[in-house]
């Protein structure tokens, strides 16, 4: 089969298109065509090494989710799974391919209505959106300010807070960006490259109730500063280059509640990802895939993410 390879710790350059051995489903297994792979931001930080625990051995097939049917399966897996669309983990390396040998207990069937690339592009964004709308539990007329607004995560939560009844004021980065970011819903838009952003929003709401934070850095101190007492700031991602800046005693001098990260159990991930997968078939959710790259440009596709070029979701197409 045709794969991606990480020989080397570097720049997206190391990811090379190659060949590897057929996959084979062994006990407890299924094994997926792959016709889809979901790409994160922490993949392109672990290729360039020294990402902490999630530092793998090389040489690897990266990837960790993958979308596709289920070709065969091993000892122990029902053969009524054979056909079936599927998303799933992959469990951490493997998905940068044209088959993959999966965990059958992980797979989770895609709703008729829903087309398997927005599946894959819910796989991980889904699950994280669902469980962060779900911490912060938006209330009908609170200001609730979405940071990257325009990315995969950012986007999906534009969209849950404003069906909560949320006012949704999305930060994303240039004009291009916060379009997609109204075109989803977003009441208000401001760009945060911009010195002032933190000062129009409160021109244009008069403060803040919730904070999602998948940005970091200067940005979430300028979000927090938004915060009354009584406020949620949820901080989940790192796309600025730093965790956000702030400590449980400085959140709770200003009486406000603070999450940073999020323990998930698989069973609640899976609970997650079908809750988001519903919700894509109702047509109450939908996910921007902004770039697609055939599998031999993986290495493209890791460059448009860290140039923070990419809009919503990217993915690899294999077939």
Known sequence: MRAVWLKEFGGPEVLVAGDAPDPVAGPGQALVEVEFVNITFVETQIRRGGFGPFEPELPMIPGNGVGGVVTAVGPGVDDALVGTRVVSATGGSGAYAELAAVDAAGLIAVPGAVALDDAVALLADGRTAMWLIGAAAPRQGERVLVEAAAGGVGGLLVQLARTAGATVIGAAGGPR???????????????????????????????????????????????????????????????????????????????????????????????????????????????????????????????????????????????
């Open 177 to 319: 960006k916060g379009e997609v970011a109204r075109g989803l819903g977003a009441h208000v838009v401001v760009d945060y490259r911009e010195d002032g952003w933190a000062e129009r929003v409160r021109e244009a709401v008069g403060g803040l109730d919730v904070v999602f934070d998948g940005v970091g850095g200067a940005i979430a101190r300028s979000a927090f500063g938004l915060l009354g007492p009584g406020g949620r700031m949820l901080s989940f991602g790192m796309a600025g280059g730093e965790w956000a800046p702030i400590s449980q005693e400085d959140a709770a001098e200003r009486g406000v509640g603070l999450v940073q990260g999020a323990q998930v159990t698989p069973e609640l991930s899976r609970s997650l990802t079908e809750k988001v997968l519903a919700e894509a078939a109702a047509g109450r959710v939908r996910p921007t895939i902004g770039q697609r790259f055939p599998l031999e440009r993986a290495a493209d596709a890791h460059a448009v993410i860290e140039s923070r070029a990419s809009v919503g979701k990217t993915l690899l197409t294999v077939r």
